[in-house]
């Protein structure tokens, strides 16, 4: 297996931007193409993350915690598990979760009234409120900086023969500054550049939140996690983007304030969308939306792709549908498979599909087609700016894939399971479901004995009963010796219905 690096060098981009206060869409267009969307919506904003300057309310010795007033409707939880003391010289980090029984006591480390710097850590459930953190740590695109510690760090996940190369690197570009870093999984494969762009920008951050501590007096917010338009310029901007158009006039003078102080390189990119069309429709982004959330992806060819979805992983399925080729029938699968290696690659991004993917593309005869369709489904990969590792064909013709999970596919965001078949995708027939409720009448019958039987089911079930099963009814209600009636129910779903005993 191999790792594919984005972006292609020739690759020029357009990022659009769909603003409202109660969601932000954004979507990355390349040569007139969708190619991915995001999608941040205000109430799901979650507070892990954020950075406070909290006022402690309480303090609780037998449960070795307290509350932090940080400005929420529900006092904030530390636990002294949670409270940071710096380590040994030369040592690294240790969180001091799971390690209690090394802490100073809490009722000697904070008191009531005092104004505490603190990170939320746990969202706030139900009644509980948010869990919190003394030890500060503030992510980046490449990497995460813990201005209270010194310890240079790299991602476990990033294989162990890499590590010691990448922790040298970084720790030249560190510097005598001070801070803490550690690497992050997609910083693996970053150049100089850009690790040292991420480390100005948390550098400068940290700056901002502990001038904004002096300042503000407690409760107050000093750090939020950036949200969707802030990570555009941090995240999604790269040199083969040609402009950034938003359609929010105060949202845009936000962003232009905030690429002035961190991401200045970008700010000329900005432009304020004007037009009377929706943004989204200059491209038919909305059209996008929908399609990246069916099963089926029509071809230009004629062919097309099955995209299933599970939990464990993802399979995708090729077929020349109406396609016919010109010369013969190798000729007329070869270029289906190679149109379909790239639609593929676009779909993973454009749905941000992660984990385990199995692509079944139509079997090839010969050996160069399967190596000229494998070497274009890897340069498409290529442009992906998440991780992807790809192997070759297997014995059984498929192609095993990996793409790192960064965030939930466009469908979990957009949509739930569906009420009616729990997310399977096919309901019981009507005949079933009809059969099923004379099995379960039948079962009644031994166990009660009412004066009458009422079938209330989906209208569907209901007219079979009357129509082509009233025979099997009437006869079981001869030998049950008891008078079976009927009730539609619309709002039922195929599936459902209920028996009751009158």
């Not at 802490?103 to 706030?124: H, R, S, T, W, Y």
């Not at 503000?216 to 338009?229: G, T, V």
């Amino acid at each position: 297996m191999r790792g594919l690096r984005y972006p292609f060098p020739y690759m020029q981009q357009d990022i659009l931007v769909n603003w409202s206060p109660q969601e932000t869409r954004v979507a990355i267009v390349e040569s007139g193409a969708v190619q991915e969307l995001h999608v941040e919506r205000t109430l799901e904003r979650g507070l892990v993350g954020n950075v406070y300057l909290g006022k402690v309310a309480r303090v609780l010795p037998g449960m070795q915690s307290a509350f932090i007033d940080i400005g929420l409707e529900r006092a904030a939880f530390l636990h002294v598990a949670d409270v940071w003391q710096r380590q040994p010289d030369g040592e690294p980090p240790a969180s001091a979760r799971g390690a209690a029984a090394q802490q100073v006591p809490i009722e000697k480390q904070v008191f009531e009234g005092q104004a505490l710097m603190v990170q939320v850590i746990k969202d706030p459930i139900g009644t509980k409120g948010a869990r919190l953190s003394t030890q500060i740590s503030i992510a980046g695109r490449l990497l995460v900086f813990l201005p209270q510690d010194d310890h240079v760090g790299v991602s476990q996940k990033i294989p162990s023969d890499q590590r010691d190369a990448l922790r040298k690197r970084l720790n030249k570009l560190v510097g005598e500054a001070g801070g803490g870093f550690i690497l992050r999984t997609n910083g693996e494969d970053a150049s100089d550049a850009e690790l040292a762009d991420d480390i100005a920008y948390l550098r400068k951050t940290w700056a901002r939140i502990r001038e904004s501590a002096t300042r503000l007096p407690p409760p107050a917010l000093l750090h939020q996690d950036l949200n969707l338009l802030q990570r555009v310029l941090r995240d999604l901007v790269t040199d083969q983007t040609q402009n950034i158009r938003i359609d929010s006039r105060e949202q845009f003078a936000a962003l232009l304030e905030f690429g002035q102080e961190f991401m200045p390189a970008a700010v000329a990119k900005l432009q304020l969308y004007k037009g009377e069309r929706p943004i989204f429709d200059l491209f038919s982004v909305e059209e996008e939306i929908a399609k990246a959330l069916g099963r089926r992806v029509e071809l230009k060819s004629g062919g097309y792709l099955i995209v299933d979805q599970t939990e464990a992983l993802t399979t995708i399925d090729v077929n020349t549908g109406g396609y016919v080729g010109s010369r013969n029938f190798d000729e007329t699968i070869f270029k289906t498979n190679l149109e379909a290696a790239q639609a593929i690659a676009r779909q993973l991004r454009l749905r941000n599909l992660g984990g385990i993917i199995i692509v079944d593309f139509i079997d090839m005869q010969r050996e160069d087609h399967r190596e000229s369709v494998l070497a274009e489904f890897r340069k498409q990969l290529a442009r992906d700016r998440v991780k992807t590792m790809s192997g070759g064909f297997s014995q059984l013709g498929l192609v095993e894939m990996t793409r790192k999970r960064t965030r939930e596919s466009l469908a979990h965001l957009l949509c739930e399971p569906c009420p009616l078949c729990q997310g399977k995708g096919t309901v019981r027939t009507p005949r079933t479901v009809a059969y099923d409720i004379l099995r379960e009448i039948l079962r009644e019958a031994r166990q009660f004995n009412p004066r009458e039987y009422r079938v209330i089911a989906a209208p569907k079930v209901i007219e079979l009963f009357l129509d082509e099963e009233s025979q099997h009814l009437a006869g079981l209600s001869d030998f049950i010796g008891k008078p079976i009636s009927l009730q539609s129910e619309s709002a039922m779903g195929q599936e459902q219905y209920d028996i009751v005993l009158l």
